[in-house]
């Protein structure tokens, strides 16, 4: 059996070896947490930190993204994986964990799960006309209807570069979303832009910076305690 595992794990090695495999690390602390125009936090204009850790072997990248609010309390723990076909196209699935409330813990999978499974298939247009598309779909676990049947939330999403350092976005939900949007059909959740810069601290060392102004103009909610926010402003920093 030990020998196997060596065996295994030398194969292993040598792989990861031959394709150049990277692991990576970082975070960005933001004055409040808001993911698609909807605001994450029961208490709003809270700063969060939000940690990722990932692992990229030829097109393949693996990970976990992470917010925890400064008031202590855990948020979110996602995890995910992204296959880069080319520079144009890419899929993502990934898996969210929003508070941790199931009393069967963070691995629970089954019926009744607190997961979130969502594809993601995004676009990037060439140099001559950057425009970037995504359509994100949650497919399984807890995104479900009164009914207790799927919603199958969809948010779609446009952006585009004006400059080096800032970007217009639209998105919105694509249809019903009890759980994830809070619309009750079509709504654009999240329109705006984001402005970045770096702050200079020494000559050898800089502090990427952003700012975003966003709106959501979805007018129906299902719940007052998560109700959308009409406009809003993030500013971050990335560690």
Same mark, same amino acid.
């Given at each position: ?46 700063? +969060? ?45 990934? &898996? ?11 691995? $629970?999978?089954?019926?009744?799960? &607190? ?27 807890? &995104? ?15 952006? $585009?570069?004006?400059?080096? +350092? ?14 994830? $949007? ?27 910076? $952003?700012?975003?102004?966003?709106? +959501?103009?979805?007018?129906? +909610?299902? &719940? ?16």
């Amino acid at each position: 059996m030990r020998i196997k595992f060596v065996a295994i794990l030398a194969i292993a090695v040598l792989t990861v070896s031959s394709a150049k495999a990277q692991f990576a690390t970082g975070a960005d602390i933001v004055s409040s947490y808001i993911w698609r125009g909807v605001p994450q936090e029961t208490t709003k204009g809270v700063p +969060n930190i939000q940690p990722y850790v990932s692992f990229t072997t030829g097109g393949l990248t693996v990970g976990s993204w992470a917010s925890s609010s400064f008031l202590g309390d855990v948020k979110e723990v996602d995890l995910y994986a992204t296959y880069t076909f080319s520079p144009a196209f890419a899929l993502t699935v990934t &898996d969210y964990n929003w508070g941790f409330s199931h009393p069967k813990g963070y691995f $629970y999978y089954a019926k009744g799960t &607190d997961h979130f499974f969502e594809a993601s298939l995004a676009y990037t247009g060439p140099a001559t006309f950057p425009l970037g598309v995504s359509v994100n779909t949650m497919f399984a676990g807890s &995104d479900t209807l009164s009914t207790g049947k799927a919603a199958f939330s969809t948010y779609a999403e446009l952006n $585009y570069p004006i400059t080096a +350092n800032v970007k217009v976005f639209c998105g919105g939900s694509l249809g019903k979303s009890l759980k994830v $949007y809070n619309t009750s059909g079509f709504a654009i959740t999240n329109i705006g832009i984001k402005v970045s810069k770096a702050i200079i601290i020494t000559d050898k060392f800089s502090l990427p910076a $952003y700012g975003i102004l966003g709106a +959501n103009l979805s007018n129906t +909610n299902y &719940d007052a305690s998560t109700k959308p926010t009409s406009i809003y402003f993030v500013a971050g920093v990335t560690l």
